[in-house]
Every structure is written in structure tokens, then in C-alpha cells.
């Protein structure tokens, strides 16, 4: 089983639609996990840690379920500008903060 | 904040060629730095941690005599993709650790065609 796995995609929505990412991971140990977001051929942004009581920034909440081993994404009202790949990450601890990143969910948000 | 320069951004060689990336933390000192690739359509694969001061660590399944990194200053790592063949093609990707923050900068990547 892969360490990470992640919605395969890609996702095409209309703008204002609500588009949920979901990622499992299969470390229980894993300590940290994240959100990035990818435009093609560039490095990686983060976009939001994850926590156990979950966060919010503004249209995006991120939630962390450590019981089922998932972590997900939500995005509300999405915009043309949040066109992008969606990758989840996961540090399985120790103190050199080594990623571990799900294959990326391509999400297309049409006018 | 912390910023991560890498270059080239993109590089063209003939197969059989050496190139260098250089990846340099720019405001804060980076004991540790990692390498990725990344195939298109694909995540972002750890290749290998590089540690100041000492021999990179590599993943499983990259051949740490092909992937050379140096890691020789706390601001500077540089991967070597010696003999490079159509097969290397692919973006590499550099990130920093700064400290103990666990937040991870990444360099603007590398995008590496082998003809």
C-alpha cells in the first residue's frame, strides 16, 4: 500500500462550485500533514496546514481524521484562479521535516 | 520570508552530458535540503536529503553515484545528474528546512530535457 494515496481526478467544475480532495495515508505514526497547491511546471505552495480540529482560511477547510487515516480539502465558491493541482503531504516525523506527497488531483474550475 | 533559489530553470543537454542545479536559501541557513523529481502527471518523488557537512542521504532506488549532491555550506546544495539519458528528463525540485520551523521552502525548479 502506498504511503500516501490521493484522489486520481481530475476535477472540471463550474465557477462557485464547492470541490472536495480527499487523501489516505497509511503511516499511523505520520505527525504533520499539509496542502499544496501546484501550477504546471512550478514548485509547490502551501496552502494550509491540516490539524485534528481542522482550519479554515477563508473558502478553504482542511480536516484531519485520524481515526480513518485521512486528511481532506474543501474549497468553496471556487474561482477561475484556483485552477491547479491539489497535492497532500505528510511528514512521518523526525526533525528534517521529509515530505512525503500524494500523486496531485488536477482541478479545473470553468467560467 | 525565507526564500529558495534554484536555477537554471530549465536546462536542454545532449544525452551522455553532466548538469549541475544549484539550489541556494537565500535568507536563512539551511542545514538540511531535499531534492525531488517529478514526472509529468506524477507527485513528487524524494530523491534525497542532503545534510551539510555530510554525505546526502538517498531514497530507495536512486543511484546515488548518478545524482551526485553536494551540500558543502548551509546555503548552498547542488545536485549533479551525471551521464544524463532521455530517461533523466524530468523537473527536479530543491526545498529547504529552515531550523526547527517545520516549514519547507521549495526552490522554483529545474526543468531538465535530455535529447
Known amino acids: 500500500r502506498k504511503e500516501v494515496e490521493q484522489d486520481p481526478g481530475p476535477f472540471n467544475v463550474p465557477e462557485g462550485a464547492t470541490v472536495a480532495f480527499n487523501c489516505t495515508y497509511s503511516?499511523?505514526?505520520?505527525?504533520?500533514f499539509f496542502w499544496y497547491r501546484q501550477d504546471c511546471r512550478k514548485e509547490p505552495k502551501l496552502l494550509m496546514s491540516?490539524?485534528?480540529s481542522g482550519n479554515e482560511d477563508g473558502r478553504f477547510t482542511a480536516q484531519l481524521n485520524r481515526a480513518s487515516q485521512y486528511i481532506s480539502l474543501l474549497i468553496r465558491d471556487s474561482k477561475l484562479s484556483d485552477s491547479a493541482t491539489y497535492l497532500c503531504?505528510?511528514?512521518?516525523?523526525?526533525?528534517?521535516?521529509?515530505?512525503?506527497f500524494g500523486k496531485g488531483t488536477l482541478l479545473t474550475v470553468n467560467p | 520570508g525565507a526564500v529558495v533559489s534554484q536555477h537554471p530553470s530549465w536546462v536542454i543537454c545532449k544525452s551522455g552530458t553532466s548538469v549541475k542545479i544549484e539550489c541556494r536559501s537565500l535568507?536563512?541557513?539551511?542545514?538540511?535540503m531535499f531534492w525531488y523529481r517529478q514526472f509529468p502527471k506524477q507527485s513528487l518523488m524524494l530523491m534525497a536529503t542532503s545534510n551539510e557537512g555530510s554525505k546526502a542521504t538517498y531514497e530507495q532506488g536512486v543511484e546515488k553515484d548518478k545524482f551526485l549532491i553536494n551540500h558543502a555550506s548551509l546555503t548552498l546544495s547542488t545536485l549533479t545528474v551525471t551521464s544524463a539519458h532521455p530517461e533523466d528528463s524530468s523537473f527536479y525540485i530543491c526545498?529547504?528546512?529552515?531550523?526547527?520551523?517545520?516549514?519547507?521552502?521549495f526552490g522554483s525548479g529545474t526543468q531538465l530535457s535530455v535529447l
Open positions: 535568507d536563512f541557513q539551511a542545514t538540511t
Open positions: 526545498s529547504a528546512s529552515q531550523g526547527n520551523r517545520e516549514k519547507l521552502f
Open positions: 491540516v490539524y485534528s
Open positions: 503511516n499511523s505514526a505520520s505527525q504533520s
Open positions: 503531504a505528510l511528514n512521518s516525523g523526525g526533525s528534517n521535516y521529509k515530505l512525503t
